[in-house]
């Protein structure tokens, strides 16, 4: 039971509600019989949705490829904001991802590529690997190739801000959550169960 042709949907941009739209599709599929695969590519088990996914349906498949800290690169992030992040963030020179990190998603990939071709998976979500390719973490090139190579009736997502453009040129769907007001311009945190 299938999707038909299967899509290539992109959910990027700088507004908040990319991961919880997918995580919302995947609710969607799994009521309606379907499988789901859900990667998250820059992201440890530190998130509320680890707590109810892997429970929700035995046809749910949740895998974290991150680690506990986020990376970036030099004249990515203003000096404000690596002094709030502190040692939860690694950054790094132009050019140079942190190898450990390169590696840990290039196997990551290399699950979602047989995840695509295999067909054991109706709906894949590949949760930020935008913006793993944006910080060079991924080439677009093998994500390209990944995505060529699906299986004809595999949906896949993918989210995460600054999606190449590339990817949005080969993908069917493509959504932009804009931020237009955002409470943490007031100082708010990021809150859990909203957006952690």
């Given at each position: 039971m299938s999707f038909g042709k299967g899509y290539v949907q992109v959910y990027t941009g700088n507004g908040k509600g990319k991961t919880t739209a997918a995580i919302g599709l995947a609710l969607r599929a799994l009521g309606a019989g379907k499988r789901v695969l859900f990667l998250q590519f820059m992201k440890d088990r530190a998130y509320s949705e680890h707590n109810i996914l892997p429970h929700v349906s035995p046809d749910i498949t949740l895998d974290t490829l991150g680690?506990?800290?986020?990376?970036?690169?030099?004249?990515?992030?203003?000096?404000?904001?690596?002094?709030?992040?502190?040692?939860?963030?690694?950054?790094?020179?132009?050019?140079?991802?942190?190898?450990?990190?390169?590696?840990?998603?290039?196997?990551?990939?290399?699950?979602?590529?047989?995840?695509?071709?295999?067909?054991?998976?109706?709906?894949?979500?590949?949760?930020?690997?935008?913006?793993?390719?944006?910080?060079?973490?991924?080439?677009?090139?093998?994500?390209?190739?990944?995505?060529?190579?699906?299986?004809?009736?595999?949906?896949?997502?993918?989210?995460?801000?600054?999606?190449p453009a590339e990817i949005i040129e080969y993908a069917d769907l493509v959504t932009e959550m804009r931020e237009v007001k955002h409470y943490y311009e007031q100082g708010i945190n990021a809150r859990r169960g909203i957006e952690s």
């Open positions: 680690k506990p800290f986020f990376v970036a690169r030099e004249g990515d992030i203003d000096k404000e904001s690596r002094e709030k992040w502190g040692d939860k963030i690694v950054i790094f020179p132009p050019g140079q991802p942190p190898r450990e990190y390169v590696d840990l998603l290039a196997g990551g990939l290399e699950m979602a590529r047989r995840a695509l071709t295999a067909g054991d998976y109706d709906l894949i979500v590949l949760d930020e690997i935008n913006v793993a390719m944006h910080y060079d973490l991924l080439a677009t090139a093998d994500v390209l190739a990944a995505l060529r190579g699906k299986k004809d009736g595999v949906e896949v997502v993918l989210t995460g801000r600054n999606a």
